[in-house]
């Protein structure tokens, strides 16, 4: 039962961060006048090291694939 509090808890989690990623972002470029893709560019750079570190502690390793893979041979 302790699996299903934590499926709800990371939902509302992520919900909770896309909808203040929103409000956050539009009083950002308001102010500042930002460029919009430097700004999405400053984000990704932001989150791959983090979904990175993610991946890894939910795997315990980095699997990178094969070229064979990606081109759609490893099936």
């Known amino acids: 039962m302790a699996s299903v509090w934590m499926v709800w808890l990371a939902l509302v989690v992520v919900q909770l961060g896309f909808g203040a990623y929103g409000v956050i972002v539009s009083k950002f470029a308001k102010e500042?006048?930002?460029d919009p893709l430097i700004f999405s560019l400053i984000?990704?750079?932001?989150?791959?090291?983090?979904?990175?570190l993610a991946?890894?502690?939910?795997?315990?390793?980095?699997?990178?694939?094969?070229?064979?893979?990606?081109?759609?041979?490893?099936?």
Do not use: H, M, T, W
Request: proline share 9%.
């Open 43 to 52: 984000r990704d750079a932001g989150c791959f090291p983090v979904l990175l």
């Open 32 to 34: 500042n006048k930002a």
């Open 55 to 75: 991946a890894f502690v939910s795997e315990k390793r980095i699997q990178i694939p094969s070229p064979r893979y990606v081109q759609g041979e490893g099936y």
